[in-house]
């Protein structure tokens, strides 16, 4: 839910500054391939160095689409860096992509997509096909459309086909994930001046979509009567059920010009073929998952980044943070060890070993606190330990980077903190 409020904040106070981006992987050796074997343990995992690979043929973005093929990393679309200066300066979209393969350590261009450029387009890999969806196309400063068609693209035809029309509103932002044999579409952003459901844009309706029948089917609408205006949705997909947590708002006056906020959770859970949602017990009241990262780890969903901050509030930042582990099998929740990186992490990817979460910008300080960019950890949620990885080399990583596992490796797609030039980065068991 981070990107959410990033989106919105697009439309309110415009866009960010950017470093110019390149390409990331962490090895134990320089300019080499992936390595074949995966790593055993977190231990392994995090005794490796970082080392360089070729940055690619792709300008400097940002909010980019990236998929794992399963045998290469996928970029496509985003946002111009010069979209990223705080000007009433010319901006625009990107719809070009490239493909990198990490055994011949080299980069394919992808043909022409027949999608106008986009940026924050939700993305799932299928097992053969890549779908693309949604998303915004930026013009100029302040002129942005949310975009609700899409594409797929087969990286060994080489070749794009465009998607039947959606139910869906347009928006961007949109949460994407792979049942095994239809793709699930949830929630969104949308301006707020088109949005269906809430005045800050947020959306929390979706849609599958079978690729083998190419047929779109609306999930039935979520139990949500009378909890107010919805602040978003996350989402897991566990192997067999769709995981969910939306959080909505409700204002009361009180007298002058005071108001009174309240938030609610609903948790809900859908599987394929049923008509109706099946709710969950309401999380405990220091369990927040407005702007959560939700990330489906070991049989239990971990939620990362979480906030009691809702709606338009401006709320002062903690110094400790802590994810919040949801076990279905008991309904039972537990708390993560409190670091900084659980406040607001940058990169959230599930691996073999534990989930990965790495900084880009944040720098974070304070009494038993230190965050800086390219620090990171490995949280295995079965033991409840957090593992520091090796922090990325000082004046690299800048913000909007990209990340992937696959299988046995990590690569991340990002930005030089200076701006100055692109790198590339290896990680594997020594």
């Known amino acids: 839910m981070r990107v959410f409020v990033k989106s919105l904040a697009r439309y309110v106070l415009g866009l960010s500054a950017l470093a110019f981006l390149g390409l990331v992987l962490l090895s134990c050796t320089a300019n080499i391939p992936a390595a074949t ?16 690979i070729p940055a690619g043929p ?10 794992w093929t399963g045998s290469d990393l996928l970029i496509w679309g985003g946002q111009s860096v010069s979209t990223q200066v705080v000007c009433p300066c010319a901006t625009h979209s990107l719809n070009d992509g490239s493909l990198y393969d990490p055994k011949s350590n080299t980069w394919t261009t992808m043909a022409p997509s027949p999608l106008s450029a986009r940026e924050d387009a939700a993305s799932v890999w299928t097992g053969h096909l890549a779908l693309f969806w949604g998303g915004q196309s930026v013009s100029t400063y302040y002129s942005s459309s949310a975009l609700s068609n899409g594409a797929s693209y087969n990286p060994s035809t080489n070749r794009w086909e ?11 932002a949109v949460t994407a994930l ?61 192997g067999h059920e769709l995981i969910t947590w939306s959080n909505f708002q409700t204002t009361t006056p009180t007298g002058g010009n005071g108001v009174q906020y309240r938030n609610s ?23 927040f998952t407005i702007n959560a990262i939700s990330t489906w780890q070991t049989g239990r969903d971990v939620l990362t980044g979480g906030t009691s901050c809702f709606g338009l509030m401006s709320c002062p930042a903690s110094i ?27 990169l959230v990817v599930p691996t073999a070993v534990g989930l990965v979460l790495i900084n880009e910008n944040s720098e974070i300080g304070g009494t ?15 033991t409840n330990k957090v593992t520091a990885l090796p922090p990325v080399p000082a004046g690299t990583i800048g913000p909007s980077s990209s990340m992937v596992w696959t299988g046995h490796s990590l690569l991340m797609w990002g930005a030089t903190g200076n701006s100055s030039k692109t790198f590339a980065l290896q990680l594997a068991e020594k």
């Not at 109706?276 to 009241?285: C, Y």
């Not at 537990?334 to 900084?340: C, L, M, N, Y």
């Open 37 to 52: 074997v995966g790593p055993s343990s977190a231990s392994a995992l995090v005794a490796a160095k970082w080392s360089t």
């Open 58 to 67: 792709l300008s400097a973005r940002a909010d980019q689409s990236t998929l």
């Open 162 to 172: 465009l998607l039947p029309k959606s139910p869906l509103s347009p928006r961007l």
């Open 178 to 238: 792979w049942t095994g044999k239809v793709a699930i579409f949830l929630g969104g952003q949308a301006p707020p001046v088109v949005s269906s459901q809430s005045p800050y844009g947020y959306e929390i309706d979706g849609a599958t979509y079978d690729p083998a029948t190419r047929i779109w089917a609306r999930l039935p609408p979520l139990p949500a009567k009378g909890l107010g205006t919805p602040n978003g949705i996350t989402a897991a997909w566990n």
């Open 265 to 287: 959770e609903l948790g809900a859970v859908w599987a394929p073929g049923q008509k109706s949602w099946r709710r969950l017990p309401s999380p405990p009241a220091d369990v």
């Open 320 to 346: 400790t943070g802590a994810a919040q582990i949801f076990n279905p099998a008991n309904n039972t929740w537990k708390s993560s060890p409190s670091a900084p990186i659980f406040i607001r992490p940058d």
């Open 368 to 382: 038993g606190a230190s965050l800086n960019p390219g620090d990171g950890v490995v949280f295995d949620p079965t």
